[in-house]
Protein backbone atom coordinates (compact mmCIF):
# COMPACT_ATOMS: atom_id res chain seq x y z
CA UNK A 1 0.00 0.00 0.00
CA UNK A 2 1.31 3.54 -1.00
CA UNK A 3 2.51 5.39 1.95
CA UNK A 4 -0.26 8.29 1.56
CA UNK A 5 -2.61 5.78 1.94
CA UNK A 6 -1.16 4.26 4.99
CA UNK A 7 -1.37 7.83 6.57
CA UNK A 8 -4.78 8.48 5.48
CA UNK A 9 -6.63 5.06 6.52
CA UNK A 10 -3.85 6.48 10.10
CA UNK A 11 -6.07 9.65 10.30
CA UNK A 12 -9.42 7.91 9.86
CA UNK A 13 -8.83 5.74 12.45
CA UNK A 14 -7.66 8.70 14.63
CA UNK A 15 -10.13 11.32 13.61
CA UNK A 16 -13.03 9.08 12.29
CA UNK A 17 -16.01 11.00 10.18
CA UNK A 18 -18.56 11.81 13.12
CA UNK A 19 -21.65 13.38 11.71
CA UNK A 20 -24.63 13.41 14.05
CA UNK A 21 -28.02 12.70 11.75
CA UNK A 22 -27.62 10.28 8.44
CA UNK A 23 -27.29 11.93 5.77
CA UNK A 24 -28.75 11.06 2.07
CA UNK A 25 -26.41 12.96 0.09
CA UNK A 26 -29.52 14.76 -1.62
CA UNK A 27 -27.89 18.32 -0.87
CA UNK A 28 -24.17 17.69 0.83
CA UNK A 29 -23.29 15.42 -2.40
CA UNK A 30 -21.34 13.29 0.78
CA UNK A 31 -24.31 11.08 2.21
CA UNK A 32 -23.85 8.76 4.55
CA UNK A 33 -22.54 5.13 4.38
CA UNK A 34 -25.68 2.81 5.71
CA UNK A 35 -26.22 -0.43 6.07
CA UNK A 36 -30.03 -1.68 5.45
CA UNK A 37 -31.34 -5.18 6.85
CA UNK A 38 -34.71 -6.33 6.30
CA UNK A 39 -37.30 -8.90 6.28
CA UNK A 40 -40.03 -9.04 4.06
CA UNK A 41 -40.30 -12.87 3.13
CA UNK A 42 -43.61 -14.91 4.43
CA UNK A 43 -45.63 -11.63 6.15
CA UNK A 44 -42.50 -9.71 8.10
CA UNK A 45 -42.08 -6.55 7.55
CA UNK A 46 -38.72 -5.41 9.55
CA UNK A 47 -35.94 -3.58 8.49
CA UNK A 48 -32.83 -1.79 9.86
CA UNK A 49 -31.12 0.99 8.70
CA UNK A 50 -27.48 1.87 10.54
CA UNK A 51 -25.30 5.02 9.83
CA UNK A 52 -22.01 2.97 9.74
CA UNK A 53 -19.99 6.51 10.23
CA UNK A 54 -18.41 7.16 7.15
CA UNK A 55 -19.35 9.08 4.16
CA UNK A 56 -18.86 8.63 0.08
CA UNK A 57 -16.05 10.32 -0.21
CA UNK A 58 -14.50 8.30 2.40
CA UNK A 59 -14.44 5.39 -0.31
CA UNK A 60 -14.03 7.62 -3.81
CA UNK A 61 -12.75 11.14 -4.84
CA UNK A 62 -15.36 14.40 -4.82
CA UNK A 63 -17.09 15.24 -7.91
CA UNK A 64 -18.12 13.91 -11.01
CA UNK A 65 -15.25 11.67 -12.66
CA UNK A 66 -14.20 10.37 -9.46
CA UNK A 67 -14.53 6.91 -10.14
CA UNK A 68 -10.94 6.79 -11.49
CA UNK A 69 -9.85 8.67 -7.67
CA UNK A 70 -9.43 6.17 -4.54
CA UNK A 71 -10.62 7.31 -1.24
CA UNK A 72 -8.75 6.30 1.86
CA UNK A 73 -11.30 3.13 2.47
CA UNK A 74 -11.13 2.33 -1.56
CA UNK A 75 -7.34 1.85 -1.12
CA UNK A 76 -5.95 -1.73 -1.31
CA UNK A 77 -5.80 -4.47 1.19
CA UNK A 78 -8.26 -2.11 3.47
CA UNK A 79 -10.50 -4.07 5.94
CA UNK A 80 -13.30 -2.39 7.95
CA UNK A 81 -15.20 -4.44 10.32
CA UNK A 82 -18.29 -2.89 12.40
CA UNK A 83 -19.66 -4.95 15.10
CA UNK A 84 -22.66 -4.02 16.03
CA UNK A 85 -23.18 -5.96 19.48
CA UNK A 86 -20.36 -3.62 21.17
CA UNK A 87 -20.93 -0.25 18.77
CA UNK A 88 -17.38 -0.97 17.33
CA UNK A 89 -15.36 -0.26 14.09
CA UNK A 90 -12.00 -1.13 12.99
CA UNK A 91 -9.81 0.16 10.74
CA UNK A 92 -7.41 -3.24 9.51
CA UNK A 93 -7.69 -4.38 12.95
CA UNK A 94 -6.98 -0.77 15.14
CA UNK A 95 -10.22 0.21 17.09
CA UNK A 96 -11.37 3.77 14.94
CA UNK A 97 -13.06 6.68 16.62
CA UNK A 98 -16.08 7.93 14.74
CA UNK A 99 -17.74 9.91 17.33
CA UNK A 100 -20.66 8.14 19.48
CA UNK A 101 -21.76 4.63 17.78
CA UNK A 102 -25.60 3.45 19.13
CA UNK A 103 -26.85 0.63 16.95
CA UNK A 104 -27.19 -2.41 19.81
CA UNK A 105 -30.61 -1.73 20.65
CA UNK A 106 -31.89 -1.67 16.86
CA UNK A 107 -29.90 -4.39 15.83
CA UNK A 108 -30.52 -6.44 18.40
CA UNK A 109 -34.66 -5.40 18.06
CA UNK A 110 -34.00 -6.68 14.07
CA UNK A 111 -32.64 -10.37 15.25
CA UNK A 112 -35.50 -10.16 17.57
CA UNK A 113 -38.34 -9.72 14.73
CA UNK A 114 -36.71 -11.38 12.02
CA UNK A 115 -36.88 -15.00 10.88
CA UNK A 116 -33.59 -17.18 10.83
CA UNK A 117 -32.01 -17.43 6.84
CA UNK A 118 -34.85 -14.19 5.61
CA UNK A 119 -32.85 -11.54 6.45
CA UNK A 120 -30.96 -9.62 3.20
CA UNK A 121 -28.88 -6.51 3.14
CA UNK A 122 -28.21 -3.46 1.10
CA UNK A 123 -24.74 -1.21 2.08
CA UNK A 124 -24.84 2.48 0.45
CA UNK A 125 -23.97 5.94 -0.13
CA UNK A 126 -25.28 8.58 -2.10
CA UNK A 127 -24.75 11.80 -4.07
CA UNK A 128 -28.17 13.53 -5.41
CA UNK A 129 -26.54 16.63 -6.69
CA UNK A 130 -26.13 18.45 -10.06
CA UNK A 131 -27.77 16.35 -13.02
CA UNK A 132 -26.94 13.91 -15.13
CA UNK A 133 -23.55 13.43 -14.45
CA UNK A 134 -23.07 15.11 -11.37
CA UNK A 135 -24.59 11.93 -9.50
CA UNK A 136 -23.19 9.01 -7.96
CA UNK A 137 -24.17 6.78 -5.62
CA UNK A 138 -22.57 3.81 -3.89
CA UNK A 139 -24.24 0.73 -3.90
CA UNK A 140 -24.28 -3.42 -3.51
CA UNK A 141 -24.19 -5.96 -6.52
CA UNK A 142 -22.85 -9.00 -7.69
CA UNK A 143 -19.22 -9.25 -7.56
CA UNK A 144 -19.56 -10.63 -10.77
CA UNK A 145 -22.33 -8.71 -12.72
CA UNK A 146 -22.70 -9.50 -16.84
CA UNK A 147 -21.75 -7.49 -19.42
CA UNK A 148 -25.90 -6.19 -19.90
CA UNK A 149 -25.87 -5.64 -16.27
CA UNK A 150 -23.31 -3.31 -16.90
CA UNK A 151 -25.15 -1.59 -19.22
CA UNK A 152 -28.26 -1.64 -17.77
CA UNK A 153 -26.81 0.14 -14.70
CA UNK A 154 -27.10 3.52 -16.41
CA UNK A 155 -28.13 7.19 -15.97
CA UNK A 156 -31.82 6.34 -15.83
CA UNK A 157 -31.38 3.51 -13.22
CA UNK A 158 -28.50 5.42 -11.11
CA UNK A 159 -31.56 8.42 -10.99
CA UNK A 160 -34.33 5.50 -9.46
CA UNK A 161 -31.66 5.11 -7.02
CA UNK A 162 -31.31 7.94 -5.56
CA UNK A 163 -34.96 8.87 -5.63
CA UNK A 164 -34.34 8.08 -2.27
CA UNK A 165 -31.62 10.34 -1.11
CA UNK A 166 -33.12 13.32 1.53
CA UNK A 167 -35.68 15.62 -0.63
CA UNK A 168 -36.16 12.81 -3.22
CA UNK A 169 -39.42 11.74 -4.78
CA UNK A 170 -39.03 8.40 -2.18
CA UNK A 171 -37.25 10.18 0.24
CA UNK A 172 -36.18 7.43 3.71
CA UNK A 173 -33.68 9.94 5.23
CA UNK A 174 -35.71 12.56 6.47
CA UNK A 175 -38.40 10.56 8.59
CA UNK A 176 -34.91 8.49 10.21
CA UNK A 177 -33.83 11.88 11.23
CA UNK A 178 -37.28 12.82 12.80
CA UNK A 179 -36.46 11.46 15.83
CA UNK A 180 -36.68 8.04 15.10
CA UNK A 181 -34.00 5.48 16.88
CA UNK A 182 -30.44 6.86 17.91
CA UNK A 183 -30.45 8.07 14.13
CA UNK A 184 -30.60 11.92 15.40
CA UNK A 185 -28.94 11.45 19.02
CA UNK A 186 -26.05 10.08 18.45
CA UNK A 187 -23.02 10.59 15.80
CA UNK A 188 -23.92 6.90 14.24
CA UNK A 189 -27.28 5.64 15.12
CA UNK A 190 -29.55 3.37 14.19
CA UNK A 191 -33.64 2.42 14.08
CA UNK A 192 -35.27 -0.59 13.43
CA UNK A 193 -39.08 -0.74 12.38
CA UNK A 194 -40.72 -3.88 13.59
CA UNK A 195 -45.04 -4.60 13.23
CA UNK A 196 -46.46 -2.24 16.16
CA UNK A 197 -44.38 0.67 14.55
CA UNK A 198 -47.36 2.42 12.51
CA UNK A 199 -48.00 1.99 8.85
CA UNK A 200 -45.66 0.03 6.68
CA UNK A 201 -44.12 3.13 4.99
CA UNK A 202 -41.23 5.10 4.95
CA UNK A 203 -43.00 7.86 6.96
CA UNK A 204 -42.66 5.07 9.89
CA UNK A 205 -39.11 4.34 9.35
CA UNK A 206 -40.15 1.41 7.16
CA UNK A 207 -37.15 1.96 4.52
CA UNK A 208 -38.41 -1.08 2.32
CA UNK A 209 -41.73 0.49 2.28
CA UNK A 210 -43.34 0.05 -1.73
CA UNK A 211 -42.83 4.27 -1.63
CA UNK A 212 -39.29 3.79 -0.28
CA UNK A 213 -36.36 1.41 -1.25
CA UNK A 214 -38.51 -1.71 -2.26
CA UNK A 215 -38.87 -0.49 -5.70
CA UNK A 216 -36.69 2.42 -6.42
CA UNK A 217 -33.75 1.12 -4.59
CA UNK A 218 -33.75 -2.50 -5.89
CA UNK A 219 -35.43 -1.76 -9.36
CA UNK A 220 -32.45 0.79 -9.96
CA UNK A 221 -29.58 -1.39 -8.86
CA UNK A 222 -29.15 -3.81 -12.24
CA UNK A 223 -26.03 -5.37 -10.94
CA UNK A 224 -28.09 -7.22 -7.96
CA UNK A 225 -28.92 -5.42 -4.77
CA UNK A 226 -30.59 -7.19 -2.54
CA UNK A 227 -28.35 -10.60 -0.97
CA UNK A 228 -29.11 -12.91 2.21
CA UNK A 229 -27.23 -12.27 4.86
CA UNK A 230 -24.18 -14.23 5.51
CA UNK A 231 -23.68 -13.56 1.30
CA UNK A 232 -20.46 -11.72 0.09
CA UNK A 233 -21.54 -9.13 -2.21
CA UNK A 234 -19.93 -6.42 -4.23
CA UNK A 235 -19.78 -2.56 -3.48
CA UNK A 236 -20.37 -0.57 -6.73
CA UNK A 237 -19.71 3.00 -7.67
CA UNK A 238 -22.04 4.16 -10.32
CA UNK A 239 -20.27 7.24 -11.25
CA UNK A 240 -22.77 10.13 -13.52
CA UNK A 241 -24.83 6.99 -14.82
CA UNK A 242 -22.26 6.16 -17.41
CA UNK A 243 -23.51 2.93 -18.46
CA UNK A 244 -21.02 0.28 -18.17
CA UNK A 245 -18.62 2.28 -16.51
CA UNK A 246 -19.11 1.13 -12.89
CA UNK A 247 -16.41 0.17 -10.40
CA UNK A 248 -16.01 -2.26 -7.89
CA UNK A 249 -14.83 -0.36 -4.65
CA UNK A 250 -14.56 -3.31 -2.11
CA UNK A 251 -16.88 -6.66 -1.07
CA UNK A 252 -18.73 -6.71 1.87
CA UNK A 253 -20.47 -9.23 3.99
CA UNK A 254 -23.18 -8.93 7.08
CA UNK A 255 -23.14 -11.52 9.19
CA UNK A 256 -26.43 -11.57 11.17
CA UNK A 257 -25.22 -13.82 13.71
CA UNK A 258 -22.13 -12.48 14.49
CA UNK A 259 -23.92 -9.03 14.60
CA UNK A 260 -20.38 -7.59 12.29
CA UNK A 261 -20.72 -5.99 8.76
CA UNK A 262 -17.21 -6.41 7.07
CA UNK A 263 -15.70 -4.70 4.23
CA UNK A 264 -12.61 -5.45 1.93
CA UNK A 265 -10.56 -4.03 -0.49
CA UNK A 266 -8.57 -6.58 -3.03
CA UNK A 267 -5.00 -6.39 -2.89
CA UNK A 268 -3.98 -4.33 -6.09
CA UNK A 269 -0.12 -4.27 -7.25
CA UNK A 270 0.98 -0.54 -7.67
CA UNK A 271 2.67 1.11 -10.54
CA UNK A 272 6.24 -0.26 -9.70
CA UNK A 273 4.81 -3.47 -9.61
CA UNK A 274 3.48 -3.31 -12.83
CA UNK A 275 6.47 -1.64 -14.41
CA UNK A 276 8.60 -4.71 -12.41
CA UNK A 277 5.91 -7.47 -14.16
CA UNK A 278 6.56 -5.54 -17.80
CA UNK A 279 10.37 -5.52 -17.53
CA UNK A 280 10.16 -9.12 -16.35
CA UNK A 281 7.95 -9.53 -19.33
CA UNK A 282 10.19 -7.99 -21.90
CA UNK A 283 13.26 -10.25 -20.61
CA UNK A 284 11.26 -13.33 -21.01
CA UNK A 285 10.49 -12.61 -24.54
CA UNK A 286 14.29 -11.85 -25.58
CA UNK A 287 15.58 -15.06 -23.85
CA UNK A 288 13.19 -17.04 -26.10
CA UNK A 289 13.98 -14.91 -28.95
CA UNK A 290 17.70 -15.95 -28.66
CA UNK A 291 16.49 -19.30 -27.64
CA UNK A 292 14.96 -19.65 -31.41
CA UNK A 293 17.94 -17.75 -33.02
CA UNK A 294 20.23 -20.37 -31.43
Same mark, same amino acid.
Given at each position: ??????????????????????????????G????????T????????????? %?????? &????????????????????????????????????????????????????????A?E?????????????????? #??????????????????????????????????????????G???I?S #????A?? %????????????? %???A????????????????????? &?????????????G???????????? #?????? %?????????????? #???????A??A???????
Amino acid at each position: MQIKHILAAAALVATGAANAAIDGGGTSGNGSLFLAAFDTQNGTTTSGMFDLG %YTLQDF &VGAGTGSNTVVGTLGAANTTVVWNFLNNSVTVNGTLASIGTNSWTSAFNKLIANSDAGELQYVVGALDNTGAGTGKR #ALFTGSTTPTAQQLLDQNNANLGTILQTTNGGLRDVFTPLNNGLGTIAS #ADNGAFT %YAAGDGATSRQAG %YVVAGDGMASNWVGGAKLGATVDAG &VENGLWLGDGGTAGAERLIGRVTFNA #AAGTLT %YTTAAVPEASTYSM #ALIGLVVAGIAAARRRRA
